[in-house]
């Protein structure tokens, strides 16, 4: 499975952007769809989890702000970033968890989206 990632920018305090995270290959091995990410000097946090019943887990920070969508017909998914905040300055990130016969779980990333809050 390949992800690749778009939409990142530059946006002030308050701003919103939409993520996309479009999806190739074999599709019918994808477990579950994340996004996370991961600001300067800080470790890779998840930010929003999709799973295969339908729920999603966000994490706490940015709870209330951003949702998750996602258009099969386009193999596509996204992110919908709203009231963003300095502190949501990172490279976004968005996640395959794969399982496949034979090779077991594994994860496959998109290259990342840089997103930028500042005023």
């Known amino acids: 499975v390949q992800l690749q990632a778009s939409g990142g920018g530059s946006v002030q305090p308050g701003g919103s952007l939409r993520l996309s995270c479009v999806m190739s290959?074999?599709?019918?091995?994808?477990?579950?769809l994340a996004w996370y990410r991961q600001a300067p000097g800080k470790k890779r946090e998840l930010v929003a989890s999709?799973?295969?019943?339908?729920?999603?887990e966000f994490g706490e920070s940015v709870k209330g702000r951003f949702t998750t969508s996602r258009d099969d017909d386009k193999d596509t998914m996204y992110l919908q970033m709203n009231d963003l905040k300095p502190e949501d300055t990172a490279v976004y990130y968005c996640?395959?968890?794969?399982?496949?016969?034979?090779?077991?779980?594994?994860?496959?990333w998109g290259q990342g989206t840089q997103v930028t809050v500042s005023s």
């Open positions: 999709m799973y295969p019943s339908g729920g999603t």
């Open positions: 996640n395959a968890g794969l399982y496949e016969e034979g090779i077991g779980s594994t994860d496959s």
């Open positions: 290959g074999r599709l019918e091995s994808i477990n579950t």
